[in-house]
């Protein structure tokens, strides 16, 4: 039995529930929310579509109990709304995903949940690394979908250039989901050649892909206000290499011992989460922006975190 939850049944967790039922990848499936109504609603509308498809899921609801043999949890909530004014920040999130990893994390720890967890909660980084403190599970077993669409979006692009298929492009972005993010151009290639060698012959601006690449969550969230496809993509492929043992090479968010925090990085997932992490020569350019980027998470982790637990103490002391 391949056993899934989700918490948080938005935009995200709906797409990926929808993803594994209708490609028959989920035997059981477990919709967690806190808007009953929403979960119930997406329950039915699943199970509504069961009769025409090729494979059976059984699905249940707001059960935290389920977790105790479920095998991959997604955690996907957030306040989609917290982005609408902030100019490409994804911190602003950081107060909400903050506050839910709170509540829920006791939840998940009590089910006694041992399986693997994958977030895709903003800022992507901290939430992870909040997530698997508060809950207490392994750096293994809980791992984001951090630069895993970043490298998606930069394989988009880079193919347009060359007219191929965005899978003919390899390599890494690394660093934060967010705006100190990078792409490392060593270790790209197309059609099996390195990007930098085809920098002149082909009037390449780099920085500008880059940039592009950076930037592709934002003009889908302008346009329709969130995004959902290629990120829920993203989140299913990474559970099916955990079910299928895969020994997947991919950029994730995963500890790095070298930083001391959750930073998107080339990694191996297997059976039990991250396998290991994958250390590449990178140029002294890129290993400065990588330095850099995990930088940023650890100072903004840092100091959205006393920030949030002053409010959270501030609002204690308030009398009733």
């Not at 007219?163 to 003919?168: A, G, L, R, W």
Request: glycine content about 8%.
């Amino acid at each position: 039995m391949r056993k899934y939850a989700i918490i948080g049944v938005g935009h995200v967790g709906a797409t990926i529930a929808y993803t594994l039922v209708c490609k028959g990848i989920a035997d059981e499936l477990i919709l967690i929310d806190t808007n009953a109504g929403k979960a119930r609603a997406e329950q039915l509308d699943l199970q509504d579509a069961q009769a025409r498809l090729d494979s059976r899921t059984i699905i249940k609801i707001n059960d935290y109990s389920e977790l105790a043999d479920t095998d991959i949890l997604f955690i996907t909530s957030g306040n989609i709304h917290a982005l609408d004014h902030a100019s490409g920040n994804r911190w602003a999130e950081f107060e909400y995903t903050k506050t839910i990893v709170q509540e829920i994390a006791p939840k998940v720890k009590a089910s006694g949940f041992n399986g693997v967890a994958i977030d895709t909660m903003n800022p992507c980084d901290a939430i992870t690394h909040y997530f698997q403190r508060a809950t207490g599970l392994s750096r293994a077993q809980v791992f984001g979908t951090g630069t895993f669409l970043d490298t998606a979006r930069m394989q988009k692009v880079v193919a347009e250039v060359f007219d191929c298929d965005p899978k003919n492009v390899s390599g890494y972005v690394y660093g934060e989901h967010g705006e100190s993010q990078f792409s490392a151009w060593s270790t790209v290639q197309v059609n099996g050649i390195p990007i930098t060698d085809l920098v002149t012959s082909h009037h390449l601006d780099l920085d500008a892909l880059e940039a592009e690449a950076r930037h592709g969550g934002w003009a889908v969230h302008s346009g329709k206000g969130y995004t959902s496809f290629a990120i829920a993509t993203c989140a299913v492929k990474l559970s099916e290499a955990v079910f299928a043992n895969a020994r997947l090479a991919c950029p994730v968010s995963a500890y790095s011992d070298r930083f001391g925090t959750y930073v998107g990085q080339p990694a191996i997932i297997g059976r039990d989460g991250v396998e290991s992490v994958t250390t590449l020569a990178l140029t002294a350019d890129e290993e400065a922006k990588f330095q850099n980027s995990a930088n940023t998470i650890i100072e903004k982790f840092h100091a959205f975190d006393d920030v949030l637990d002053s409010k959270t103490a501030s609002a204690q002391r308030k009398p009733a």
